[in-house]
């Protein structure tokens, strides 16, 4: 058994986690698509909404609607206790117009400067969009702390600075398996596998 899902993004790293979680829950062959693979032209999509929930939904209905197939979406938040919540739903924009991981990350450790709280916990919101145009959601989140400093060189994104509770390592300085066994996206992914499974795709 196998299956393809398109996914309502540009970003290849995330591809590739979405598909290694996905093999590893399910036991099956997954063809995980992203925009370039089969609507390159279309740019980012302009994520507008106030919640991860609206944002993933967002990404998931447009790609839905311009290729009429399985779409999935999500959106993800790293919500800082002492920054009163924040970056939230602007985690991947934090730094401002044309925001990289460096530069995110940068920001961050800036303003967390001289901070002792340093809570953090990150979410993850998957839009699921079937072919028949059956609407879904599944969220995970995982709890932790906000490093001093940026540490270790696999992952992306916040991954260098943020320690999931229960280990000492940031995502960034475990392997990729140890990430996926305790991060937010593969907690949301999980529960995505298992409705998928419940439901004999």
Same mark, same amino acid.
């Given at each position: ?12 790293d995330k ?23 089969i609507?390159? %032209? +279309?740019?980012?999509?302009?994520e507008?909404?106030a919640?991860l ?18 779409? +999935? ?8 206790? %002492?920054?009163?919540? !924040?970056?939230?739903v ?5 730094? @401002?117009?044309? #925001?990289?991981? %460096? ?6 450790l800036?303003?967390? /400067? =001289? ?5 953090a ?11 028949? @145009? ?11 702390? +906000?490093a001093?400093? #940026? ?5 992306? =994104? ?14 960034a ?7 996926? /066994? ?5 907690? #949301?992914?999980?529960?995505? !596998?298992?409705?998928?499974? /419940?439901? #004999?795709?």
């Open positions: 058994m196998s299956f393809k899902l398109i996914l309502a993004t540009h970003n290849r591809r590739d986690e979405l598909r290694s979680i996905l093999e590893k829950e399910m036991k099956v062959k997954v063809e995980v698509l992203t925009l370039d693979d609507i390159p %032209a +279309i740019g980012d999509i302009e507008t909404g919640t929930e609206e944002n993933a939904l967002i990404k998931a209905r447009e790609v839905h609607r311009l290729t009429n197939l399985p779409t +999935i979406a999500d959106d993800t938040g790293l919500e800082v206790e %002492a920054l009163d919540g !924040a970056p939230g602007y985690s991947a924009r934090f730094s @401002g117009p044309g #925001a990289t991981y %460096a530069s995110n990350v940068k920001k961050l800036t303003e967390m /400067s =001289g901070k002792e709280n340093r809570t916990q990150f979410t993850t919101v998957i839009a699921y969009i079937d072919e028949r @145009g059956r609407e879904l959601l599944f969220e995970g989140d995982v709890k932790g702390t +906000i001093l400093e #940026a540490r270790g060189t696999n992952g992306f =994104g916040y991954d260098p600075v943020f320690i999931p509770r229960g280990t000492n390592k940031t995502f300085e475990l392997s990729t398996e140890e990430k996926n /066994s305790l991060s937010h996206r593969g907690n #949301a992914m999980r529960e995505f !596998a298992t409705f998928m499974h /419940s439901n #004999a795709v």
